[in-house]
């Protein structure tokens, strides 16, 4: 980056790697995806006193069409796998999940055939918020995460996640 001194307007210069990850990392569009208890948590990160809106996430969007990233807020059933899924393969390129909660990174404490012992099995995730439910600031710390990985990578040569 710097000042071009031969215009007589100074611009600054900057690679278009680092511009095109700075602007998906300052305007992340959350799918709503809340399933039990730790959506109320969620809903209180978008809410006045979090303001999630700070970060680059502003509005939570009703149609997978429109986001880019999934946090994948409480339990999921057995039922609600094939729906989750379906969700984030309309979801736009490049997306992002995060698992919010110890329900939906590792099933938490229904252990049973019920409940997907971790939505990495049906779904890519990025980033992993602890807690039961795990508290707004653990949100918007996971969201920083999210953040600093989209502008490390290489936002031309991202390789197409696969869930394990």
Aim: contains cysteine; proline residues 7%.
């Amino acid at each position: 980056m710097g000042l071009n001194p031969k215009e007589s307007v100074p611009f600054l210069t900057v690679p278009l790697k680092k511009a095109v990850a700075w602007a998906q990392k300052s305007s992340l569009w959350p799918v709503q995806f809340g399933l039990a208890c730790c959506a109320i948590e969620m809903m209180s990160t978008a809410a006045s006193r979090y303001d999630m809106a700070r970060f680059g996430a502003e509005v939570f969007r009703a149609s997978p069409r429109q986001s880019d990233l999934m946090i994948v807020a409480g339990r999921v059933s057995q039922k609600m796998a094939p729906i989750l899924k379906t969700i984030y393969d309309q979801m736009l390129e490049p997306k992002w999940v995060i698992a919010m909660g110890d329900c939906s990174s590792c099933g938490g404490i229904y252990n049973n055939y019920a409940i997907i012992q971790g939505v990495d099995k049906i779904v890519p995730v990025d980033v992993y918020v602890a807690g039961c439910p795990p508290r707004p600031e653990a949100l918007l710390n996971g969201l920083m995460k999210l953040q600093d990985k989209i502008q490390n990578e290489d936002p031309f040569n991202r390789r197409k996640k696969v869930a394990s």
